[in-house]
């Protein structure tokens, strides 16, 4: 008896989880064909104008601070004075 309570109930879980399987199959087709078109466009960062405008000002700056030495008005002269005794 318990036997046939078992296969039953196995029969009965075959059919619901095949039908489920059934209608969520069905809710997957669409009867409208849709396409959807993506361009990509992907530039370099070295065509941007931006890039040269602020790679030529650090480079200004660059060489402006290379090439201007040390122009200050003001020379300090330090000198310094040695006495040696001699106490002989």
Known sequence: MKKIIQSKLLLFFT??????QFFSQAQDTTSTNVTKTTTTTTTTWYTEPWVWVVGAAIFIIILVLIFRGNNSSTKEVSRSTTIVRDDS
Do not use: D, E, K, V
């Not at 059919?15 to 489920?20: A, N, R, V």
């Open 15 to 20: 059919f619901f989880l095949g039908g489920m």
